[in-house]
Nanobody
Framework: QVKLVESGGGLAQPGGSLKLSCAASGSRGFYSMAWYRQPPGKERELVAGWSNTEATNYADSVKGRFTISRDYDQNTINLQMDNLIPEDTAVYFC??????????WGQGTRVTVSA
């Protein structure tokens, strides 16, 4: 059974950095993986995506500040977040789409950006 577990959330100051990691277990065969976030009182939104062709895409609001990367050895999808701003405050969720078309979600990790 596929399971996704996020880690790395916490409190950061504006201008600071955090690195989120999502560890996958049960399979390595993912067609795509992504990070979503849900700010307080708002809808869940796509932050960054990765596909098996190594293509990546980013929300306009995080371009140039966030970097998504796949670690095949550790079987993780990571999100390096730099130059954080208060608007980045949200619960961040890991998502993965398996080759069998099943979609999986992690439980979420909270990121708070505040002075």
């Amino acid at each position: 059974q596929v399971k996704l577990v996020e880690s790395g959330g916490g409190l950061a100051q504006p201008g600071g950095s955090l690195k989120l990691s999502c560890a996958a277990s049960g399979s390595r065969g993912f067609y795509s993986m992504a990070w979503y976030r849900q700010p307080p009182g708002k809808e869940r939104e796509l932050v960054a995506g990765w596909s098996n062709t190594e293509a990546t895409n980013y929300a306009d609001s995080v371009k140039g500040r966030f970097t998504i990367s796949r670690d095949y050895d550790q079987n993780t999808i990571n999100l390096q977040m730099d130059n954080l701003i208060p608007e980045d405050t949200a619960v961040y969720f890991c998502n993965a789409v398996h080759w069998n078309a099943q979609r999986y979600w992690g439980q979420g990790t909270r990121v708070t950006v505040s002075a």
